[in-house]
């Protein structure tokens, strides 16, 4: 089945203590991305990836960090999580089509930093 | 890159057709026309997209006036699973010389189906 999974599904940490949130996608995908979600904010970008060591800052970027060492690996880190980084994470990826992308979600990984 | 303006929300009844329309004044020859479907708590799910005139699939149309500033999501005979945020996005792949790795996710139309 073509998915994008995410873990952990639910993270509840405390400021500073380092973490990363796995994306992997098995559709081939060459674009992937991670955005967060905030009640009334509505999507935002925060790291995009257009190929393997390809990546680049979306709207958020500051105080994440990615990597994208494999096609169907872009996992989000957090060096030093605050409480303001406490959201709705997804992780995205597509494929160039003949217009515009059509981005395929994960399920989302809910993070709570105490 | 064009910015959306969509309606905050809309209230409908099942079995009703829904019109959501979104205004992007600004887009640009080259973008086309997403929209995405939201449920509570997942992600973003692809509905539909065009470029102009009128495109159907087995979900919803997407209707594009010849001047491209605005677009009509028209869902047929919504039922209460149909309660979601719809998200109008304008753009075009950075694969095909779009600006930015993204389309960007505004606020959204939270579509409310009531029985």
């Known amino acids: 089945e073509a998915q994008v999974t995410q873990n952990p599904r639910y993270l509840i940490t405390v400021t500073g203590k380092k973490l990363t949130v796995t994306c992997s996608q098995n559709m081939n995908h060459e674009y992937m991305s991670w955005y967060r979600q905030d009640p009334g904010l509505g999507l935002r970008q925060i790291y995009y990836s257009m190929n393997v060591e390809v990546t680049d800052k979306g709207d958020v970027p500051e105080g994440y960090k990615v990597s994208r060492k494999e096609k169907r690996n872009f996992p989000l880190i957090l060096e030093s999580p605050s409480p303001n980084q406490t959201s709705l994470y997804f992780c995205?990826?597509?494929?160039?089509?003949?217009?515009?992308?059509?981005?395929?979600f994960g399920p989302g990984t809910r993070l709570t930093v105490l | 890159l064009a910015k959306t303006t969509q309606p905050i929300s809309m209230d409908s009844y099942e079995g009703q057709e829904v019109n959501i329309t979104c205004s992007h004044n600004?887009?640009?020859?080259?973008?086309?026309i997403t929209w995405y479907q939201q449920f509570p708590s997942q992600g973003p799910r692809f509905i539909i997209q065009?470029?102009?005139t009128k495109v159907t699939n087995e979900v919803a149309s997407l209707f594009i006036p010849a001047d491209r500033k605005s677009s009509t999501l028209s869902l047929p005979r919504v039922s209460l699973s149909d309660t979601a945020v719809y998200y109008c996005?304008?753009?075009?792949?950075?694969?095909?010389?779009?600006?930015?790795?993204?389309?960007?996710f505004g606020k959204g139309t939270k579509l409310s189906v009531k029985p």
């Open positions: 065009g470029y102009k």
């Open positions: 600004n887009i640009a020859t080259n973008d086309y």
């Open positions: 996005l304008v753009g075009v792949s950075v694969f095909y010389g779009g600006s930015q790795g993204n389309l960007i």
């Open positions: 995205a990826s597509s494929s160039p089509g003949t217009s515009g992308d059509e981005q395929f």
